[in-house]
């Protein structure tokens, strides 16, 4: 074996989690059907209650992209927002009581679930969308964000896609989901409370920290533009796993000015027909990892989209001990999008 290949752990600059880079793990014989990543497949149901015609199949829509002079909850929309129809937190129940020392604690799902319906054609993969359309995606997560944090008994709000079943996707047509919540997730808790405490330590930012060795390093590097970087991630959870962040100190996304929003689209559509090019159209999630609502401008927080493609299986290792094995180099990885980006 050469060194190359020689297993390594990794820790996350961010979190501190620990990975293993195990190169080698791709040789081992695999017998089990179902087990390599295939292309990924839509959970499709007829008709599509997303697609246009079939409004009244959502509840009324609180957000939409809409041609003047058209009725909301009709056709005529380019984009919409709905709340989910089965969601897993409601704003119509009490928001939670104060934390108590019981150790067996429960509070009303209090929260709003919404659906973002990302285009009016029956599209299920994002890299159909035109730029417009993948900006106005990036938009409509803004201004979301921006009216739901004028709530003050929510603290927080997910916004993630799933593409494909394989990722979590119950319907093909292409959308994303927005789950607002009166507590902040354990991973965005983790990585403000490891990020404060690394501003502590050296007085930067570790976003900006790592944006700037990345740049100068370059091998990890997939695509940059004026404002945004996307690279592997260093110690990935998958392989391919990717990071887009903004190259200046942005601590809220909803601070994306509508020209952040065009290049942001433009940039991270590239690196996705790249991912489809070298993986063959993995199923994948990407989220949004900005500060909580109404926390100001964090010097330590530094908002970035993760994109997490499901080229393989979590075992035992990964869900009992929260430790990944990942069989491709995150600098292999990189080299590999790189020559499969199109054309800009
Ligand atoms: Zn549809
Ligand atoms: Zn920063
Ligand atoms: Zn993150």
């Known amino acids: 074996m050469n060194m190359k290949d020689d297993p390594q752990l990794r820790r996350d600059p961010v979190t501190g989690r620990w990975v293993l880079i195990a190169p080698q793990r791709a040789q081992r014989p695999i017998n089990l059907p179902g087990h390599a990543p295939t292309h990924r497949t839509n959970g499709e149901r007829h008709p599509c209650p997303f697609c246009p015609g079939q409004e009244a199949d959502t509840p009324n829509e609180v957000y939409a992209v809409r041609d003047t002079g058209t009725a909301p909850d009709g056709p005529g929309w380019h984009l919409r927002i709905v709340p ?41 993969d994002p890299t159909q969308l035109s730029d417009k359309q993948f900006a106005d995606v990036f938009r409509a997560y803004r201004a979301r964000m921006t009216a739901l944090a004028a709530d003050p008994r929510l603290a927080h709000v997910s916004v993630f ?78 392989a391919y796993e990717m990071w887009l962040l903004p190259v200046a100190h942005e601590p809220r996304y909803e601070a994306l000015t509508d020209y952040g929003a065009d290049e942001l689209a433009a940039l991270l559509k590239r690196v996705l027909v790249a991912l489809d090019r070298v993986q063959n159209a993995p199923a994948y999630n990407w989220f949004l990892h900005t500060s909580p609502l109404r926390t100001g401008e964090l010097p330590h927080y530094h908002w970035h989209l993760e994109v997490l493609p499901r080229t ?33």
């Open 84 to 124: 989910n129809m089965y969601p897993a937190v409601r704003p119509d129940v009490d928001a939670p009581a104060p934390a108590t020392a019981d150790l067996f604690v429960t509070a009303p799902a209090f929260g709003t679930a919404e659906v973002l319906i990302d285009c009016a054609q029956h599209y299920d």
């Open 161 to 238: 896609k799933n593409v494909g079943a394989e990722a979590g996707a119950s319907l093909g047509h292409l959308h994303s989901q927005m789950i607002a919540t009166p507590v902040v997730p354990e991973l965005l808790r983790t990585e403000l409370s490891c990020a404060a405490e690394h501003f502590g330590r050296t007085g930067r930012c570790v976003f900006c920290a790592l944006v700037r060795d990345e740049l100068a390093d370059g091998a990890r590097v997939v695509a940059r533009s004026e404002r945004f970087v996307i690279v592997t991630a260093f110690a990935p959870r998958f």
């Open 312 to 344: 393989a299986r979590p075992a035992g290792l990964e869900w009992g001990f929260g430790c990944h094995i990942t069989t491709v180099a995150p600098e292999q990885a990189a080299a590999e999008l790189r020559d499969a980006l199109p054309k800009s």
